[in-house]
């Protein structure tokens, strides 16, 4: 093979790594003593890095418009040791540590006033240790993880910096102690969990820091008594579930303890405990889509076209703090039906009585009375007999009126 032979194979061998065509020329990459070159449609490099035995073997520079965009480290083709990225003005914008390929060890992503954005450990391409996201140099959220899962506290703050969540984990699903803060840092809730779902007890304080309502669980379902009280501290309400079912009747006390009349729960909470649970749920949810968002902007490939980003997985999920489920309101029983009127009985009619003749000539004609009314129609009557009072409030106005 002549000498020009032998330097288009090794050019062909050099373009095929970089992602080129064979036989495409030098314009798009060539091979110089072990060095690897490639240019951008201006003539620019691109790209510029050493070979070995037709591998990328050490650090390889990155350039967009003429400026460097990225630095990588290679072994044997494959991404090994740190690669920096850098925003236009040349700062530093991402450092990554790889191991034959895969992130190892840590991942740091910063803002162009160098700031974190985001801190997170890999081992073997997975997520290893503690996860951070920040917004304007402030952590938002923080999460343990152990090859790749959810494994131990995490924490979500707000924009104040203080706590809205704190959870345990174990094998990523919600397992122990949750607690959500309000203003200030305040414990607004207390949860229990195993392997994911709610089992202990629940608690939850008034915005002061005193208790309001105390609930068991077990596998989820409200299991046990649940317990309202007045700021007081006196015992406003008591009723009992088991397996999520309500057992008897809710018993009602007034601030003296005193026993009010027993109401059966209603079928679904209140609108104003509904506003204020979806209230709760849309200010979480909103500060997990934040932590979300500065995630997925971290997640900026590592490699200019040569390989995605790794994947991070999404901020912990906040556990749901929907109301207990309560037993709809038994069915009325349907009234009796409405009752008839016993029929009139008929009068007998009047004997004839015969006058003579003689009288009646002299006799006065009577006056003229007016007919007799007539007798009552036969039917029925619209409204219904007393059937005395309803399991829910009767109604104020009595049917058929």
């Not at 373009?15 to 490639?38: D, F, I, L």
């Not at 920096?84 to 895969?102: D, L, M, S, W, Y």
């Not at 081992?123 to 951070?132: F, I, P, R, Y």
């Amino acid at each position: 093979m002549s000498e020009q032979g032998t330097k288009t194979a090794a050019q062909d061998t050099a373009q095929e790594h970089a992602g080129a065509e064979p036989g495409a020329g030098t314009e798009v990459g060539a091979e110089t003593a072990g060095e690897y070159v490639e240019h951008d449609g201006d003539g620019q490099v691109s790209m510029r890095g050493p070979l070995r035995d037709g591998k990328k073997e050490g650090e390889f520079s990155f350039f967009a418009a003429g400026k460097l965009t990225q630095k990588s480290n290679f072994q044997d083709d494959l991404l090994h040791g740190e690669s920096i990225e850098f925003f236009p003005t040349g700062k530093v914008a991402q450092r990554a540590n790889f191991q034959a390929g895969k992130l190892s060890g840590l991942l740091r992503r910063f803002d162009e006033q160098g700031r974190p954005e985001l801190i997170a450990a890999y081992a073997a391409g997975e997520l290893h240790g503690d996860m951070l996201t920040y917004e304007n140099g402030q952590m938002l959220c923080q999460q343990h993880y152990v090859k790749g899962k959810r494994h131990g506290v995490g924490v979500i703050n707000g924009p104040d910096g203080n706590p809205l969540l704190l959870a345990h984990y174990h094998n990523d699903k919600r397992h122990g102690e949750v607690v959500y803060f309000g203003a200030g840092g305040v414990v607004v809730r207390r949860e229990l969990y195993h392997e994911g779902q709610l089992h202990g007890l629940a608690q939850e304080y008034l915005p002061d820091g005193r208790l309001r309502e105390t609930s068991q669980y077990q596998a989820g379902k409200l299991h046990g008594e649940a317990l309202t009280y007045y700021p007081s501290g006196k015992l406003q309400k008591r009723a009992r579930y088991e397996h999520g079912a309500l057992v008897g009747t809710v018993e009602l006390f007034d601030e003296k303890g005193r026993p009010l009349q027993r109401t059966p729960a209603p079928a679904t909470p209140s609108i104003e405990a509904q506003a204020a649970d979806a209230a709760k749920q849309s200010a979480l949810r909103g500060l997990m889509d934040v932590a979300r968002k500065k995630i997925v902007q971290a997640a900026a490939p590592v490699v200019v076209g040569m390989m995605k980003a790794p994947e991070l997985p999404a901020a912990p999920e906040l556990p749901s703090v929907a109301a207990p489920e309560l037993p709809t309101a038994p069915e009325l029983p349907p009234a009796g039906e409405l009752v008839k009127v016993p029929e009139s009985p008929q009068l007998p009619e009047a004997p004839e009585v015969k006058i003579p003749e003689a009288l009646a000539a002299k006799a006065v004609p009577p006056k003229k009375t007016p007919p007799p009314p007539p007798p009552p129609r036969k039917g029925m009557i619209l409204e219904p007999p007393n059937i005395g009072s309803l399991p829910l409030q009767p109604s104020a106005t009595p049917r058929g009126k």
